[in-house]
Each structure stands twice: as C-alpha cells, then as structure tokens.
C-alpha cells in the first residue's frame, strides 16, 4: 500500500510544477553559455597573466 501513495503524492506534486515556457529555457541556456564564455576567457587571460608574472620573478 505505501508504494502506491507515494506513488500518488509524487503524481500530485508534479502537478503543482511550473514548468519554464519554450522561450525562457532558450534565453536562459544563452544566458548560461554566454556567463560560461566571460568566465572561460576571465580564466584563460588570469592565468596566462600569473605565469607571465611567476616566469618573470623565476627568470624562466
């Protein structure tokens, strides 16, 4: 008897769900890829700029 409640209350619970339009998913996956992008190349110059610095103090 208890799968078949909780299997009730699970039916019911994702019936209460919002789930996102079509349009607010594709503009939020932009808005992620885009952020991924910034912090990819923030990263990329940050560290290029470190081992310019330590090759610089190391006299590499």
Known sequence: MKPIKFLNEVKSETKKVTW???KETIISTIMVLVMVIIISLFLYFADQIIAWLVSL???L
Request: glycine letters at 16%; charged letters at 15%.
């Open 20 to 22: 996102p339009t079509r």
């Open 57 to 59: 103090i190391l006299g």
